[in-house]
């Protein structure tokens, strides 16, 4: 068994089945798992553990559907790069920030109080 190299896990709200739609073709463009992708009510979800994940094209197709309501976020962890690729999704935009996971775990332990 091959060891997992990247993480995507993420969820935008409010979305429709027009966004499930995009984001699936995307995946399925790169022979990944529709089901890593998921609508529940007006929540969309995805979750994928694997090689590669075409992230830029993953935001790249829900921008259409972005509204001043919608909030989310998509994290990569990449752990042959040992980052975090962040993009957050609020008011209609999309910003990103991309940190080592050395960096991420030293916040989220400060935060904490370990």
Known sequence: MRPV????????DPAGEEALEAVRGVLESWFIDAGAV???GDLLRISFEGDVFPDDEV???LRPFLSDA????LDI???????????FFTYG????NKVTLDKALETCSMKSGL
């Open 5 to 12: 190299i990247v993480k995507a896990y993420g969820s935008l």
């Open 77 to 87: 962890l990449d752990l042959e790069e040992w980052t975090l690729h962040r993009y």
């Open 70 to 73: 919608s909030r989310g976020k």
């Open 59 to 61: 935001v790249d197709a």
């Open 93 to 96: 935009t999309v910003r990103d």
């Open 38 to 40: 998921e609508l529940e």
